[in-house]
């Protein structure tokens, strides 16, 4: 199997179960911005221990299928249960006790932070803010009734919450001297 298909020369991709659209479309845009997050995650992972890793690869994980049904026909999504499923309500759930745990290891800002106090915290910012942005994109290509929107608005929270975590200590941007 070649990597390059040709396909796609023509400016479109095609989509899961049938269909093509440019490139531009929403849907590609989506699960783009969303491939990219998980990269920006692996890239944490690649810097953090093994606790934080079991918990970053886990993600990685349920982003594939984030991207699975931001890359299904509309009107096929019912096909996805053979090929792992869409993203449920139990998934966003399981990242809210992710939060809540990761919460518990520190005490949290009450104001504005700076990101960057170590490495694996700023990348765990950077992984943050790409998968803000995967969820204004999704707002648009998702089908009615979609999970993917409440995930991915977890997610962000919880790249968050463990990037304090992995910090220990914040700098509130208040704090910073401005001379």
Not at 28 to 54: H, N, W
Not at 74 to 94: F, N
């Amino acid at each position: 199997m070649k990597v390059y298909t040709r396909g796609g020369d023509d400016g479109t991709t095609g989509l899961l179960h049938g269909g093509r659209v440019r490139k531009d479309d929403v849907q590609p845009t989506a699960y783009g911005d969303v491939d990219e997050a998980q990269a920006a995650i692996g890239l944490a992972r690649a810097a953090g221990d093994d606790e934080l890793g079991g918990i970053l690869l886990g993600l990685e994980r349920d982003l594939w299928v984030v991207m699975a049904e931001l890359a299904c026909n509309h009107e096929k999504l019912d096909q996805l249960e053979s090929t792992g499923g869409r993203v449920r309500a139990e998934m966003v759930e399981r990242l809210e006790h992710l939060i809540d745990e990761a919460g518990e290891r520190f005490d949290p800002p009450t104001e504005f932070v700076a990101p960057g106090e170590n490495e694996v915290a700023a990348r765990l910012d950077v992984a943050r803010t790409v998968s803000r942005r995967a969820e204004r994109s999704a707002l648009s290509a998702v089908a009615d009734g979609s999970q993917v929107v409440p995930y991915l608005n977890r997610l962000s929270d919880l790249l968050w919450t463990l990037a304090r975590w992995q910090e220990g200590e914040s700098v509130i941007t208040r704090s910073i001297d401005s001379d």
